[in-house]
């Protein structure tokens, strides 16, 4: 599985934008989806993951209520709406495949995208 990631920009606070995590290599329906993010000088966090199958997505609790993630089969695509964005959001952004929530062992990584939020 090859993941890319796409969507990052400047923004300011209050501001959206929205991720995408484009798949090849096999359908994203066999894995768990995931993103990441990881701020300067800090270590990479979880922000949410969702099954494909079904279920409710899971959420970091610093980011419940403003993003929402999403999935599109046809396009092997997920996404992560982010609204209301803070510039404690600033980060580089990794979606991942293959893992379990709130872990940060999953099989397959994108190659990040930044996130600026200006105040």
């Known amino acids: 599985v090859q993941l890319q990631a796409s969507g990052g920009g400047l923004v300011q606070a209050g501001g959206s934008l929205r991720l995408s995590c484009a798949a090849s290599g096999r359908a994203l329906r066999f894995y768990n989806m995931g993103w990441f993010r990881q701020a300067p000088g800090k270590d990479r966090e979880f922000v949410v993951a969702?099954?494909?199958?079904?279920?409710?997505?899971h959420y970091a609790d610093s980011v419940k209520g403003r993003f929402t993630i999403s999935t599109y089969n046809a396009k092997n695509t997920v996404y992560l709406q982010m609204n209301s964005l803070e510039p404690e959001d600033t980060a580089v952004y990794y979606c991942?495949?293959?893992?379990?929530?709130?872990?940060?062992?999953?099989?397959?990584w994108g190659q990040g995208t930044l996130v600026t939020v200006s105040s």
């Open positions: 969702v099954n494909w199958s079904g279920g409710s997505p």
């Open positions: 991942a495949a293959g893992g379990v929530p709130y872990s940060d062992r999953w099989a397959y």
